[in-house]
């Protein structure tokens, strides 16, 4: 019906003259799946109610896409009945498959006879602009059904298994994003805002120009898939948790305590398990909260004739350390804030086992890391992870979930800039705010400090409170 191409369009979208203005109106004409070609009133209804707020051109396109979202719905859903859900898991379905083309890496189409390549984030953000306003419309003046509240995000893992399995059928893949809805919420209201597409190029702007941001759906992807315990603590810590990748392997043992201690040692209290950011050669937080007896450098080299990671002149077990400012000054500890309190508890499970393996293998008599080789046989089994280990780990689990790594702001230290958009742009905190939770800020007496990480976690709670209210 359209332009020969190998999508086989089932619409064709004509601009035609009209007896009463605008003079012209782009019409948008429609065939089923077995070939049955009707005019779209609603699509020519809504064209002419476009013509008060956008050019002729402009409404030319916004129908094509609603053409194309048709063919997606005949062809990719063999235009099944939709309910509010499955309408939106359609236009989100569409908006993805349209960033990303639906051709895979072999030349072979995921969806058969759409042959569509990737596009701009910012062409998708119009499509779905278009799409919105097209759904609004309809559900005004004729009744039929919207989009819901909410967005899903597409199981990357599951993505990835499609692409290898060339008898997976269009079906089979809708089937499992319907399976999946319920897990895979995001946080993001769908009927007002551009849903965050698995992948997406969006640029977020810093200081220095345009960052490209890693997403919470594939964050969320890669720890959802990570069978090895240290990797999957590694990748919350650093998303949600916002710490840097150099700290994490500076973590002793020691610095995970239960909740309880974080009114102690900071002045506030949080129902999430406390983790610490210690000085890794000069805090006097070594073995008990009790104890401050000795530096972590003196206490390496005491027990263990070891020297801190950032001292290390083996490059392979070298962690570096980057200035932070302390809230404990005496023992040079600040906590890790918390910005997804499920993710905290799946943390704190993850940490559980990770102590079963250090207390069976006895690795407190060798050294007293947190993260270590799970997986390595005889001599590295129960050693500190290494920064080249992390980030082989890292690749490995992009290209588990269908992703490139490396690309699009994919990287082991892509999670602390996703936390520090989180906190501003999610929970809604403050500059002042951001700094202290970040380690940024300067701390004037533990008391300030714990009058103002009271005042940011609570910050925090209510935040989350309130995407939890927008998902009800």
Same mark, same amino acid.
Request: charged share 25%; aromatic share 10%.
């Given at each position: 019906?359209?332009?020969?191409?190998?999508?086989?369009?089932?619409?064709?979208?004509?601009?035609?003259?009209?007896?009463?203005?605008?003079?012209?109106? #782009?019409?948008?004409?429609?065939?089923?799946?077995?070939?049955?070609?009707?005019?779209?009133?609603?699509?020519?209804?809504?064209?002419?109610?476009?013509?008060?707020?956008?050019?002729?051109?402009?409404?030319?396109?916004?129908? $094509? +896409?609603?053409?194309?979202?048709?063919?997606?719905?005949?062809?990719?859903?063999?235009?099944?009945?939709?309910?509010?859900?499955?309408?939106?898991?359609?236009? /989100?379905?569409?908006?993805?498959?349209?960033? =990303?083309?639906?051709?895979?890496?072999?030349?072979?189409?995921?969806? #058969?006879?759409?042959?569509?390549?990737?596009?701009?984030?910012?062409?998708?953000?119009?499509?779905?602009?278009?799409?919105?306003?097209? &759904?609004?419309?309809?559900?005004?003046?004729?009744?039929?059904? $919207?989009?819901?509240?909410? !967005? +899903?995000?597409?199981?990357?893992?599951?993505?990835?298994?499609?692409?290898?399995?060339?008898?997976?059928?269009?079906?089979?893949?809708?089937?499992?994003?319907?399976?999946?809805?319920?897990?895979?919420?995001?946080?993001?209201?769908?009927?007002?805002?551009?849903?965050?597409?698995?992948? %997406?190029? @969006?640029?977020?702007?810093?200081?220095?120009?345009?960052?490209?941001?890693?997403?919470?759906?594939?964050?969320?992807?890669?720890?959802?898939?990570?069978?090895?315990?240290?990797?999957?603590?590694?990748?919350?810590?650093?998303?949600?948790?916002?710490?840097?990748?150099?700290?994490?392997?500076?973590?002793?043992?020691?610095?995970?305590?239960?909740?309880?201690?974080?009114?102690?040692?900071?002045?506030?209290?949080?129902?999430? *398990?406390?983790?610490?950011?210690? =000085?890794?050669?000069?805090? !006097?937080?070594?073995?008990? &909260?009790?104890?401050?007896?000795? !530096?972590?450098?003196?206490?390496?080299?005491?027990?263990?004739? @070891? &020297?801190?990671?950032?001292?290390? *002149?083996?490059?392979?077990?070298?962690?570096?350390?980057?200035?932070?400012?302390?809230?404990?000054?005496?023992?040079?500890?600040?906590?890790?804030?918390?910005?997804?309190?499920?993710?905290?508890?799946?943390?704190?499970?993850?940490?559980?086992?990770?102590?079963?393996?250090?207390?069976?293998?006895?690795?407190?008599?060798? =050294?007293?890391?947190?993260?270590?080789?799970?997986?390595?046989?005889?001599?590295?089994? $129960?050693?500190?992870?290494?920064?080249?280990?992390?980030?082989?780990?890292?690749?490995?689990?992009?290209?588990?979930?269908?992703?490139?790594?490396? @690309? /699009?702001?994919?990287?082991?230290?892509? %999670?602390?800039?996703?936390?520090?958009?989180?906190?501003?742009?999610?929970?809604?905190?403050?500059?002042?705010?951001?700094?202290?939770?970040?380690?940024?800020?300067?701390?004037?007496?533990?008391?300030?400090?714990?009058?103002?990480?009271?005042?940011?976690?609570?910050?925090?709670?209510? %935040?989350?409170?309130?995407?939890?209210?927008?998902? %009800?």
């Amino acid at each position: 019906m359209n332009e020969k191409n190998d999508s086989a369009p089932f619409f064709a979208v004509r601009t035609l003259p009209t007896l009463s203005p605008p003079g012209a109106l #782009p019409f948008l004409f429609v065939a089923d799946e077995v070939g049955d070609v009707a005019l779209s009133r609603e699509a020519l209804s809504w064209a002419n109610a476009l013509t008060q707020t956008r050019s002729l051109s402009s409404i030319e396109q916004w129908v $094509g +896409t609603i053409g194309r979202l048709h063919d997606w719905y005949v062809i990719g859903w063999q235009a099944r009945p939709l309910t509010t859900e499955l309408l939106t898991d359609l236009v /989100y379905s569409y908006l993805y498959f349209r960033l =990303h083309g639906t051709i895979d890496p072999s030349g072979r189409t995921i969806v #058969p006879s759409i042959s569509w390549k990737p596009v701009r984030y910012e062409t998708v953000q119009g499509e779905y602009s278009a799409i919105r306003s097209y &759904v609004q419309h309809c559900n005004t003046a004729f009744g039929h059904i $919207g989009l819901a509240r909410r !967005t +899903t995000v597409i199981n990357q893992s599951f993505i990835a298994q499609m692409l290898a399995d060339k008898e997976s059928s269009a079906r089979d893949f809708f089937a499992h994003l319907n399976a999946h809805r319920e897990r895979w919420r995001t946080y993001f209201d769908f009927a007002d805002d551009m849903p965050r597409l698995a992948g %997406g190029k @969006r640029p977020i702007r810093s200081r220095v120009g345009f960052r490209q941001m890693m997403p919470i759906e594939e964050w969320v992807a890669l720890i959802d898939a990570e069978k090895n315990l240290v990797f999957r603590g590694i990748w919350m810590l650093s998303a949600f948790g916002g710490l840097r990748i150099s700290e994490i392997l500076n973590m002793w043992q020691v610095d995970v305590l239960p909740a309880s201690y974080r009114g102690r040692l900071f002045g506030f209290d949080d129902d999430t *398990i406390l983790v610490l950011r210690a =000085h890794p050669c000069d805090s !006097t937080y070594t073995t008990t &909260v009790g104890d401050r007896r000795t !530096t972590r450098r003196q206490h390496l080299a005491t027990k263990y004739g @070891r &020297v801190p990671r950032p001292d290390s *002149i083996v490059s392979s077990e070298r962690a570096g350390w980057k200035g932070t400012v302390f809230a404990n000054d005496d023992r040079l500890l600040l906590p890790v804030f918390w910005l997804d309190a499920r993710m905290a508890e799946l943390f704190a499970d993850c940490v559980q086992q990770i102590m079963r393996f250090h207390q069976t293998q006895r690795t407190s008599a060798s =050294h007293p890391y947190l993260f270590v080789n799970m997986a390595a046989r005889r001599d590295a089994l $129960g050693e500190p992870q290494k920064i080249s280990n992390v980030e082989a780990a890292f690749e490995r689990a992009c290209r588990r979930v269908g992703l490139e790594p490396y @690309r /699009y702001g994919r990287s082991i230290h892509a %999670g602390r800039h996703l936390y520090k958009w989180m906190a501003k742009e999610m929970l809604g905190l403050g500059p002042d705010a951001i700094q202290l939770i970040m380690g940024h800020a300067s701390i004037e007496s533990q008391d300030a400090y714990g009058r103002r990480a009271k005042e940011a976690a609570d910050s925090i709670r209510m %935040g989350q409170s309130k995407l939890e209210t927008g998902r %009800g």
